[in-house]
């Protein structure tokens, strides 16, 4: 992630090919609206079909995989959770000239939560924490390795890089030398000693959902398996100011070398991500300038 342009194999979706597609392979939702949904997300495009139902197709090939998973997982995952996660209603296969396997979910009501403008933010905090605790507490055979669920220092060649290339943006401000001290001090916390665990791996604004300030869903589980547990701690600095980041930290009962690795992974996705979208991804760049920030004045 260093050119700061768009991924250039993004395939081109509109509301043509995806009606098509409907058509094809589920007559019976024939006629409904569809309609693109505006989203700050980079693997997936997200169209409402009718007033019940949401498609959702890869953009790229590396989003391909994750439908599968989710095929598979998401019926096993859903009673064990607090919150509700995306249903698959229809199973869709590649034509119309659309390579990869999509799929069509029952429609989640509910907003993306944004930094700075929680209404509930305490709520929030032990609502997200009982979402973890149960993810932690799956149980379920043969699950895959999360996307983000390695040793920290697998993150290390791509967080220098990405620290490096921030000191050539003065323009972003970004105070390069505490975020590298913050980053030495998480690969210096002790790594996790215990058996692997479930995680939703992916905890960004952008995948929960909220009504009157609760969390009502959590979507998006592409990059869900078994890890580390700090990968699940995200919201920490992602989203909660810091009374409730303490709420959430204590519901959890994360302890010091957790804390640390997550703080450090929440860190290095900021970092990375800044100089990718800062001039194409508005919403992706704003929460990684905010990640930055509320981890700088923690560590202070």
């Known amino acids: 992630?260093?050119?700061?342009?768009?991924?250039?194999?993004?395939?081109?979706?509109?509301?043509?090919?995806?009606?098509?597609?409907?058509?094809?392979?589920?007559?019976?939702?024939?006629g409904l609206m569809v309609k693109r949904i505006p989203s700050g997300g980079t693997v997936n495009a997200m169209?409402?079909?009718?007033?019940?139902?949401?498609?959702?197709?890869?953009?790229?090939?590396?989003?391909?995989?994750?439908?599968?998973?989710?095929?598979?997982?998401?019926?096993?995952?859903?009673?064990?959770?607090?919150?509700?996660?995306?249903?698959?209603?229809?199973?869709?296969?590649?034509?119309?000239?659309?390579?990869?396997?999509?799929?069509?979910?029952?429609?989640l009501a509910g907003e993306n939560p944004e930094e700075g403008a929680l209404s509930e933010p305490v709520l929030l905090a032990k609502d997200l924490a009982e979402f973890v605790t149960a993810m932690w507490s799956v149980t379920l055979p043969g699950a895959p390795c999360a996307h983000r669920g390695g040793p920290l220092d697998s993150l290390d060649a791509s967080t220098r890089a990405a620290i490096e290339e921030l000191r050539g943006i003065p323009e972003e401000g970004v105070d390069c030398d505490a975020v590298a001290a913050v980053w030495e001090d998480a690969l210096a916390a002790p790594g996790w000693d215990g058996p692997?665990?479930?995680?939703?791996?992916?905890?960004?604004?952008?995948?929960?959902?909220?009504?009157?300030?609760?969390?009502?869903?959590?979507?998006?589980?592409?990059?869900?398996?078994?890890?580390?547990?700090?990968?699940?701690?995200?919201?920490?600095?992602?989203?909660?100011?810091?009374?409730?980041?303490?709420?959430?930290?204590?519901?959890?009962?994360?302890?010091?070398?957790?804390?640390?690795?997550?703080?450090?992974?929440?860190?290095?996705?900021?970092?990375?991500?800044?100089?990718?979208?800062?001039t194409t991804n508005p919403s992706m760049a704003r929460n990684a300038r905010h990640v930055i920030r509320a981890v700088l004045a923690e560590a202070a």
Not at 8 to 16: A, F, G, K, S
Not at 49 to 63: I, N, S
Not at 253 to 267: E, F, H, I, K, P
């Open 47 to 107: 169209f409402r079909l009718g007033e019940d139902m949401v498609v959702r197709l890869p953009l790229v090939q590396g989003g391909a995989a994750d439908v599968s998973m989710e095929r598979k997982w998401l019926p096993r995952l859903a009673p064990l959770l607090p919150t509700a996660v995306p249903e698959v209603l229809g199973a869709g296969e590649p034509a119309e000239g659309y390579p990869w396997p999509w799929s069509v979910y029952r429609w």
């Open 1 to 30: 992630m260093s050119t700061g342009q768009l991924d250039p194999d993004l395939r081109p979706i509109d509301d043509e090919l995806v009606r098509e597609l409907i058509d094809s392979q589920f007559p019976q939702w024939t």
């Open 196 to 278: 692997p665990v479930w995680l939703h791996a992916d905890l960004m604004p952008g995948n929960l959902l909220v009504d009157g300030g609760r969390l009502t869903s959590v979507i998006d589980f592409g990059c869900m398996g078994v890890g580390d547990p700090a990968c699940d701690l995200f919201p920490a600095w992602n989203l909660l100011p810091p009374d409730a980041r303490r709420v959430f930290r204590e519901a959890l009962d994360v302890d010091d070398a957790m804390w640390r690795r997550g703080r450090g992974r929440t860190l290095s996705q900021a970092l990375v991500a800044l100089p990718y979208y800062r």
